[in-house]
Nanobody, 127 residues
């Protein structure tokens, strides 16, 4: 079992930056592919970014490409989402997710691929 706890959300002005963290406990996290998703008010949950277990592959939603960066520190069992040039359209609850190891080196954009989820952290961007 893996427990995921997000932090780093908050209120920021448009154009600003935030870095979200996702701390994992319970297993050797380096073998897990990870992802970030978000749910805006009144909308479905959507993919944001994904990172393979080895860190060699990434994927981003078109809406965040060039502004957001996903990374991981396996020594600290932590995944990060650096968010720059934020806009009000980025306002959402952000969720960290992890997939049980399959050693494929793949990244996953489908939320159904993930086995573990955090509780979410609110990001609000004011105009």
């Amino acid at each position: 079992q893996v427990q995921l706890v997000e932090s780093g959300g908050g209120l920021v002005q448009a154009g600003g930056s935030l870095r979200l963290s996702c701390a994992a406990s319970g297993r050797t996290f380096s073998n897990y592919a990870v992802g970030w998703f978000r749910r805006a008010p009144g909308k479905e949950r959507e993919f944001v970014a994904a990172l393979s277990s080895g860190g060699g592959s990434t994927a981003y939603a078109d809406s965040v490409k060039g502004r957001f960066t996903i990374s991981r520190d396996n020594a600290k069992n932590t995944v990060f989402l650096q968010m720059n040039s934020l806009s009000p359209e980025d306002t959402a609850v952000y969720y960290c997710s992890a997939k049980r190891p399959n050693y494929s080196g793949n990244v996953y954009q489908n939320s159904q691929a993930y086995d573990y989820w955090g509780q979410g952290t609110q990001v609000t961007v004011s105009s």
